[in-house]
Structures are given as structure tokens and as C-alpha cells.
């Protein structure tokens, strides 16, 4: 059985279950189940805290893990990132009222409030500034407002927190963020029951990512066509009963597909249709 570490709350929980469901796995039916076996998959799911995942993965107990980049680099565990999974995308942040922190340095001697002091306190240290940073929980915005800190360090993603509560971030972006999943380091690159959980999860990506485009065109037209159509290894191109035309398959970016159908159909290509991808395997 692979053991692997889903998290229980919070952003990143329902984004990783629809993925994992997407890819064929058995999730839990309500959020108060700790652990899910999948028989047919060989595959047992534990649900727990988002910033507790990467210390039961380092330890060995359990196989993988999905957990924020984040979460990973504050924990200090011994674990690394296998394969970014493009959800729960965030900066983290430094900030404070307008002007009241001008930038790194001035935040020497000054108090900041964060959830995340494994971050703050290595990119502080790394930088020789001396400040004190004090653990909130969560709601990270308001202690700036009640007094018990003059800056903040958090995750922003819209602004829109951070706007509420009449702050401005300063500095460069600490970090970036996204969903992952995250492996012991050391562990065996190639154990194939990891393999084949990441083909999925990698099908799943590509599913979302891509749609498949069909189309009519002249013989003539094919090497420009295909130029706009390149596939991932190469279109597929078969003989239409109409001499002199061919249809062609491929794989298209979703976010490309309307700008290529109006350039396919400018060089006169036809019957261009674009269907969904449930599932692959690369
Ligand atoms: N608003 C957001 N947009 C995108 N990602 C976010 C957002 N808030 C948190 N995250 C990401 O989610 C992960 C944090 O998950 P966690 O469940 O601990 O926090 P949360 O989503 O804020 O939930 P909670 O309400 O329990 O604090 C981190 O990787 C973080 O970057
Ligand atoms: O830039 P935004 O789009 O506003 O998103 C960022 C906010 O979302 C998260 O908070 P959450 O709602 O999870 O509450 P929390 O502070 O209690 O964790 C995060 O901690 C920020 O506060
Ligand atoms: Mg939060």
C-alpha cells in the first residue's frame, strides 16, 4: 500500500481531493474520516494539517505527501517537492500600514507577526536583519491593527486581505507557492508505486491543460497548419476521401485553442472542432 498525506482543511484540502478523485482514487465521504483505504489502487489517503505534512513524510512514515511549497520550506523537513500541482498559487509577503516599513532593513528592531517564522526567520536571518517575529495561528492582518506587530509576513494572493485591513506589502516577494507533492529526501527515485501515482496525478494536469483539436485542410496548407498544431510529439494526419485534403488531430493548449482555430481557419482549414481530455497517460 503507498501511504499518502492529503490535507485534512484550509485552501489547499478541496483542490486536492478533486484532483486525487480525478485520477481515479477513492477520496473520504465526510471531513471528520482520518484515513481512506483504496483496495483497487493499493492506496491508503491520511487526512491531517496542511503545515503537519511534511514532517510525517520526512519521518518516513508515510510515503508522499501533498502540502503548499510553503508549508515545505517553513517546516525545515527533511523532504522535496516531486511535482508542482498549479493550484493554491500564492506570494508571501512582507507588509504594514503605507510607509511604515520602507523596506528589509528598516524592519530592524521591529516586531513582525507571521503563521509561517520558519520562513521569516531564515530570510531574515540570511539577510542579517534583526527583528522579532511573533506566531499568530491565522487572521494574520489584524495584528498590525491591535498593536501586536508593525509589519506582517503572509500569504497574499488577490490583495485582497491585505486591502481590508489598510496594508501595503514592501520588499521583494519572499517566496512563491503553489500545491506540490513532496517526497522524503533520499527516498528511491524510481519506487514504481510512486511512478504510477504521479503518471495519474501528471494525466490529470495534462487533462486540464490541454484539449484536443481535429480539423479539415488542403494538402497544400499542411506543413503551415502543422506549424500551428505541433502536438506534443506530432499531429496525426490522415487521408480524407476528398482528394487533396487531410484531417489532422493534435493536442492544444486550452488557453491557445480559440487564437489557433482563428489562425487554422484564416489558412482556410475547416471543420475545426475541439473536444475535452478526461484522462492520459503521456
Ligand atoms: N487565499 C489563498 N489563495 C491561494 N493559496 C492560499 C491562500 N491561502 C492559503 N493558501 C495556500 O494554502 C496553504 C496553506 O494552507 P492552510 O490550510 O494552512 O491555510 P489556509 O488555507 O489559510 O487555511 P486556514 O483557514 O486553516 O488557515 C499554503 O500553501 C498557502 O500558500
Ligand atoms: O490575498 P488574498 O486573496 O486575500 O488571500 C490571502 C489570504 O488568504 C489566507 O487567509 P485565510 O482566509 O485562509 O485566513 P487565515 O488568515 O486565518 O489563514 C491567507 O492567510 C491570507 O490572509
Ligand atoms: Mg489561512
Redesign the pocket.
Known amino acids: 500500500m503507498l501511504r499518502i498525506a492529503v490535507?485534512n482543511?484550509?485552501?489547499?484540502?478541496g483542490p486536492a481531493s478533486a484532483m486525487l478523485h480525478e485520477a481515479g482514487y477513492r477520496q473520504r465521504k465526510e471531513s471528520k474520516e482520518l484515513v481512506t483505504v483504496d483496495p483497487d489502487n493499493e492506496v491508503e489517503f491520511f487526512y491531517l494539517?496542511?503545515?503537519d505534512i511534511a514532517i510525517y513524510v520526512s519521518s518516513g512514515k508515510l510515503d508522499i505527501g501533498i502540502?503548499?511549497?510553503?508549508?515545505l520550506i517553513d517546516s525545515n523537513a527533511n523532504a522535496e517537492t516531486i511535482l508542482p500541482l498549479g493550484?493554491?498559487?500564492?506570494t508571501?509577503r512582507f507588509a504594514s500600514r503605507p510607509g511604515a516599513v520602507k523596506d528589509l532593513a528598516d524592519l530592524a528592531g521591529k516586531t513582525i507577526a507571521t503563521?509561517y517564522e520558519g520562513i521569516v526567520g531564515k530570510y531574515l536571518a540570511e539577510r542579517g536583519v534583526d527583528a522579532d517575529v511573533v506566531h499568530l495561528?491565522?487572521a494574520v492582518e489584524t495584528a498590525i491593527e491591535l498593536g501586536v506587530a508593525e509589519a506582517i509576513a503572509d500569504?497574499?494572493?488577490?490583495g485582497t486581505?491585505l486591502r481590508n485591513a489598510g496594508l501595503e506589502v514592501f520588499g521583494e516577494p519572499i517566496m512563491k507557492?503553489?500545491?506540490c507533492v513532496i517526497r522524503r529526501k533520499g527516498s528511491t527515485e524510481d519506487d514504481p508505486k510512486v511512478q504510477r501515482f504521479l503518471r495519474r496525478l501528471q494525466g490529470v494536469l495534462v487533462a486540464r491543460t490541454y484539449v484536443m483539436m481535429d480539423y479539415d485542410c488542403r494538402a497544400e496548407h499542411l506543413e503551415r497548419a502543422v506549424a500551428l498544431t505541433p502536438g506534443l510529439e506530432s499531429p496525426t494526419v490522415s487521408p480524407l476521401h476528398n482528394e487533396g485534403w487531410v484531417a489532422v488531430r493534435a493536442m492544444v493548449p486550452a488557453k491557445d485553442a480559440q487564437r489557433i482555430m482563428d489562425d487554422l481557419y484564416a489558412l482556410g482549414a475547416r471543420a475545426i472542432l475541439t473536444t475535452a481530455i478526461h484522462a492520459c497517460r503521456l
Open positions: 490535507p482543511k484550509g485552501s489547499l484540502s494539517r496542511p503545515k502540502t503548499g511549497q510553503d508549508l493550484f493554491a498559487r500564492s508571501f503563521s495561528d491565522g500569504v497574499v494572493e488577490t486581505s507557492s503553489e500545491a
